[in-house]
T-cell receptor, first 115, second 113 residues
Framework: DSGVTQTPKHLITATGQRVTLRCSPR?????VYWYQQSLDQGLQFLIQ???????AKGNILERFSAQQFPDLHSELNLSSLELGDSALYFC??????????????FGPGTRLTVL | GENVEQHPSTLSVQEGDSAVIKCTYS??????FPWYKQELGKRPQLIID?????GEKKDQRIAVTLNKTAKHFSLHITETQPEDSAVYFC????????????FGTGTQLKVEL
């Protein structure tokens, strides 16, 4: 157990719908990262938050958005869902925020299936 | 941005043999290189990492080497065991603009009895 929690574990929805994925970081970690893992794209960085502020952005679609709340939990919102959005979404957390590296602890993931 | 290439995509070894997975990165400013192991349906877990000011690091049966000049780093697993079977990902972090990981495409390692 990494100490990072994600809910829900599985999510099945239809095209065009909107879903929210939730992540709680390890105690004391201020940075939260979201990654998408699909069969054809591997592990792709989406977005990072540090202490409530957006810190880095990857190839995140405009239909996707995220935020980090004062209690440090984060939510990833996916809207106008398409079949290609089906993937495993991981949240990770770490102490570091800058590019100094350091272990990122991954949550168990949310498996999203868009039908 | 950073690009990380990883080879081979699949690797099959006999139990007790060594396994080597290689990665190259594009951004010479990258300074942190972790390796993650992911079992089927599970989360990625860090197994070893190395920073750019170190050329080699070892932890029991696992070692990582870094060649900054060639922008190349490798994972070495000795005395492989069936429980080493998993997908291994290399990654790199570039300073500035956060701490995001750019991952390689993964290597499916199978250790056969």
């Amino acid at each position: 157990d990494s100490g990072v929690t994600q809910t829900p574990k599985h999510l099945i929805t239809a095209t065009g719908q909107r879903v929210t994925l939730r992540c709680s970081p390890r105690s004391g970690d201020l940075s939260v990262y979201w990654y998408q893992q699909s069969l054809d794209q591997g592990l792709q960085f989406l977005i990072q938050y540090y202490n409530g502020e957006e810190r880095a952005k990857g190839n995140i679609l405009e239909r996707f958005s995220a935020q980090q709340f004062p209690d440090l939990h984060s939510e990833l919102n996916l809207s106008s869902l398409e079949l290609g959005d089906s993937a495993l979404y991981f949240c990770a957390s770490s102490v570091q925020t800058s590019g100094g590296g350091g272990e990122q602890f991954f949550g168990p993931g949310t498996r999203l299936t868009v039908l | 941005g950073e690009n990380v290439e990883q080879h081979p995509s699949t690797l099959s070894v006999q139990e007790g043999d060594s396994a080597v997975i290689k990665c190259t990165y594009s951004d010479s400013a990258s300074n942190y290189f972790p390796w993650y192991k992911q079992e089927l349906g599970k989360r990625p877990q860090l197994i070893i990492d190395i920073r750019s000011n170190v050329g080699e690091k070892k932890d029991q049966r696992i070692a990582v080497t870094l060649n900054k000049t060639a922008k190349h780093f490798s994972l070495h697993i000795t005395e492989t065991q069936p429980e080493d079977s998993a997908v291994y990902f290399c990654a790199a972090t570039t300073p500035g603009g956060g701490n995001k990981l750019t991952f390689g495409t993964g290597t499916q390692l199978k250790v056969e009895l």
